[in-house]
Protein backbone atom coordinates (compact mmCIF):
# COMPACT_ATOMS: atom_id res chain seq x y z
CA UNK A 1 0.00 0.00 0.00
CA UNK A 2 2.38 2.55 1.04
CA UNK A 3 4.72 2.05 -2.08
CA UNK A 4 2.25 3.81 -4.17
CA UNK A 5 2.66 6.99 -2.19
CA UNK A 6 6.60 8.48 -2.69
CA UNK A 7 9.08 7.89 0.35
CA UNK A 8 9.94 9.53 3.42
CA UNK A 9 12.43 11.35 4.04
CA UNK A 10 14.69 10.83 6.78
CA UNK A 11 17.50 12.94 8.36
CA UNK A 12 18.37 13.69 12.32
CA UNK A 13 16.38 17.29 12.55
CA UNK A 14 12.93 16.28 13.11
CA UNK A 15 11.32 19.72 12.18
CA UNK A 16 13.10 19.99 8.87
CA UNK A 17 12.35 16.38 8.10
CA UNK A 18 8.61 17.40 8.51
CA UNK A 19 8.55 20.44 6.40
CA UNK A 20 10.52 17.88 3.83
CA UNK A 21 7.33 15.86 3.44
CA UNK A 22 6.64 18.42 0.49
CA UNK A 23 9.49 19.02 -1.49
CA UNK A 24 10.20 20.43 -4.96
CA UNK A 25 8.15 23.58 -3.58
CA UNK A 26 9.71 25.47 -6.47
CA UNK A 27 9.49 23.02 -9.38
CA UNK A 28 7.20 19.79 -9.70
CA UNK A 29 5.85 19.40 -5.80
CA UNK A 30 6.16 15.93 -4.13
CA UNK A 31 3.76 15.61 -1.23
CA UNK A 32 4.46 13.04 0.71
CA UNK A 33 1.86 12.99 3.59
CA UNK A 34 -1.19 13.22 1.02
CA UNK A 35 -3.35 11.41 3.33
CA UNK A 36 -4.28 11.08 7.20
CA UNK A 37 -2.74 7.34 6.68
CA UNK A 38 -0.10 8.66 5.27
CA UNK A 39 0.57 11.12 8.24
CA UNK A 40 0.47 8.90 10.90
CA UNK A 41 3.09 6.36 8.90
CA UNK A 42 5.35 9.59 8.78
CA UNK A 43 4.94 10.23 12.55
CA UNK A 44 5.40 6.35 13.43
CA UNK A 45 8.52 6.83 11.47
CA UNK A 46 9.61 9.63 13.58
CA UNK A 47 9.10 8.17 16.79
CA UNK A 48 6.05 9.61 17.45
CA UNK A 49 3.59 6.72 16.24
CA UNK A 50 -0.24 7.57 16.97
CA UNK A 51 -3.35 5.82 17.95
CA UNK A 52 -5.14 7.13 14.21
CA UNK A 53 -5.12 10.20 12.46
CA UNK A 54 -8.23 12.33 11.28
CA UNK A 55 -8.64 14.77 8.24
CA UNK A 56 -9.01 17.78 10.89
CA UNK A 57 -5.66 16.52 11.81
CA UNK A 58 -4.02 15.95 8.94
CA UNK A 59 -5.09 19.15 8.26
CA UNK A 60 -3.68 20.99 11.07
CA UNK A 61 -0.47 18.80 10.31
CA UNK A 62 -0.05 20.86 6.98
CA UNK A 63 -1.11 24.01 8.41
CA UNK A 64 1.70 23.57 11.00
CA UNK A 65 4.27 22.51 8.39
CA UNK A 66 3.97 25.56 5.89
CA UNK A 67 4.15 27.82 8.96
CA UNK A 68 7.62 26.10 10.14
CA UNK A 69 8.83 26.44 6.58
CA UNK A 70 7.84 30.08 6.44
CA UNK A 71 9.21 30.83 9.90
CA UNK A 72 12.45 28.89 9.04
CA UNK A 73 13.00 30.26 5.90
CA UNK A 74 12.91 33.59 7.01
CA UNK A 75 15.14 32.66 9.56
CA UNK A 76 17.28 31.37 7.43
CA UNK A 77 17.19 34.34 4.98
CA UNK A 78 17.88 37.09 8.10
CA UNK A 79 14.32 38.20 7.24
CA UNK A 80 11.54 39.15 9.92
CA UNK A 81 9.02 36.29 11.03
CA UNK A 82 5.45 36.19 9.66
CA UNK A 83 3.55 36.96 12.94
CA UNK A 84 0.74 34.22 11.13
CA UNK A 85 3.21 31.90 11.40
CA UNK A 86 4.61 32.19 14.78
CA UNK A 87 1.15 32.34 15.58
CA UNK A 88 0.49 28.94 14.07
CA UNK A 89 3.75 27.56 15.84
CA UNK A 90 3.32 28.84 19.40
CA UNK A 91 -0.13 27.34 19.45
CA UNK A 92 0.34 23.67 17.98
CA UNK A 93 3.12 24.18 20.27
CA UNK A 94 1.22 25.21 23.63
CA UNK A 95 -1.79 22.42 22.18
CA UNK A 96 0.29 18.70 23.18
CA UNK A 97 0.94 17.21 26.40
CA UNK A 98 3.64 15.26 25.09
CA UNK A 99 6.03 14.05 27.80
CA UNK A 100 9.72 13.96 27.56
CA UNK A 101 11.02 10.63 28.72
CA UNK A 102 14.58 9.49 29.50
CA UNK A 103 14.88 5.33 28.25
CA UNK A 104 17.69 3.07 29.82
CA UNK A 105 19.46 3.59 26.59
CA UNK A 106 20.18 7.10 28.14
CA UNK A 107 17.69 8.13 24.62
CA UNK A 108 14.30 10.56 24.99
CA UNK A 109 11.36 9.47 24.22
CA UNK A 110 7.96 11.43 23.78
CA UNK A 111 5.62 10.16 25.70
CA UNK A 112 2.10 11.15 23.93
CA UNK A 113 -1.32 11.21 25.29
CA UNK A 114 -4.61 9.66 23.60
CA UNK A 115 -5.23 12.64 21.52
CA UNK A 116 -1.72 12.16 20.37
CA UNK A 117 -1.38 13.39 17.10
CA UNK A 118 -1.94 17.37 18.53
CA UNK A 119 0.69 16.04 21.02
CA UNK A 120 2.54 15.01 18.03
CA UNK A 121 2.29 18.31 16.28
CA UNK A 122 3.81 19.93 19.99
CA UNK A 123 6.87 17.99 19.81
CA UNK A 124 7.65 18.63 15.97
CA UNK A 125 6.67 23.03 16.85
CA UNK A 126 8.93 22.91 20.39
CA UNK A 127 12.03 21.16 17.37
CA UNK A 128 11.09 24.01 15.32
CA UNK A 129 11.35 26.81 17.65
CA UNK A 130 14.82 25.68 18.76
CA UNK A 131 15.94 25.55 15.65
CA UNK A 132 14.66 28.90 14.49
CA UNK A 133 16.08 30.75 17.60
CA UNK A 134 19.34 29.29 16.63
CA UNK A 135 19.19 27.63 20.20
CA UNK A 136 20.49 24.08 18.47
CA UNK A 137 24.01 24.44 17.05
CA UNK A 138 23.90 24.60 13.15
CA UNK A 139 22.94 27.01 10.64
CA UNK A 140 19.75 27.07 8.96
CA UNK A 141 20.47 26.96 5.33
CA UNK A 142 18.14 26.79 2.32
CA UNK A 143 18.73 23.80 -0.30
CA UNK A 144 21.01 25.37 -3.62
CA UNK A 145 18.41 23.38 -5.70
CA UNK A 146 16.58 26.64 -7.58
CA UNK A 147 13.27 24.30 -7.86
CA UNK A 148 14.01 22.60 -3.83
CA UNK A 149 15.07 25.70 -1.57
CA UNK A 150 14.30 23.54 1.39
CA UNK A 151 15.38 24.68 4.64
CA UNK A 152 17.53 22.59 6.64
CA UNK A 153 19.98 22.57 9.74
CA UNK A 154 23.87 22.59 8.64
CA UNK A 155 25.59 21.09 11.17
CA UNK A 156 28.64 20.31 9.17
CA UNK A 157 32.08 21.16 10.90
CA UNK A 158 32.92 24.26 7.94
CA UNK A 159 28.80 25.06 7.97
CA UNK A 160 28.83 24.75 3.83
CA UNK A 161 26.29 22.17 3.50
CA UNK A 162 24.63 22.94 0.34
CA UNK A 163 21.34 20.36 -0.24
CA UNK A 164 18.60 20.01 1.98
CA UNK A 165 19.53 16.09 1.13
CA UNK A 166 22.22 14.35 -0.33
CA UNK A 167 20.34 11.73 -1.86
CA UNK A 168 18.23 13.68 -4.09
CA UNK A 169 18.81 17.39 -4.56
CA UNK A 170 22.76 16.95 -3.92
CA UNK A 171 22.62 13.91 -6.70
CA UNK A 172 20.94 15.25 -9.16
CA UNK A 173 22.79 18.50 -8.93
CA UNK A 174 25.74 16.57 -9.25
CA UNK A 175 24.54 14.79 -11.94
CA UNK A 176 23.53 17.73 -14.13
CA UNK A 177 27.46 18.79 -14.05
CA UNK A 178 28.57 15.50 -14.64
CA UNK A 179 26.63 15.36 -18.17
CA UNK A 180 27.53 19.34 -18.70
CA UNK A 181 31.30 18.08 -18.00
CA UNK A 182 30.82 15.39 -20.64
CA UNK A 183 28.77 17.76 -23.24
CA UNK A 184 31.68 20.32 -22.66
CA UNK A 185 34.16 17.02 -23.11
CA UNK A 186 32.79 16.17 -26.62
CA UNK A 187 32.57 19.96 -27.88
CA UNK A 188 36.33 20.40 -26.89
CA UNK A 189 38.01 18.38 -29.76
CA UNK A 190 36.61 20.97 -32.22
CA UNK A 191 37.11 23.56 -30.35
CA UNK A 192 40.93 22.75 -30.43
CA UNK A 193 41.37 22.45 -34.05
CA UNK A 194 40.75 25.95 -34.51
ZN1 LIG B 1 16.77 20.30 -1.74
Known amino acids: MASEFPDF ?27 PQRLADWLKANDLAVDSCSTAQHDLARVLRESIHTAATAAATGNTLHVSAVRIINDRSAQGRAAAQLTPENRRRWRLSATSVEDALSV ?58 QREHSRSPGTAAR
Request: hydrophobic share 35%.
Open 9 to 35: RTGNVLATNFTGTLSERHGVPVERIPT
Open 124 to 181: IAADAVSIITGEREGRLALCASPTCLAVFLDTSQSRTRRWCDMNTCGNRQKKARFTAN
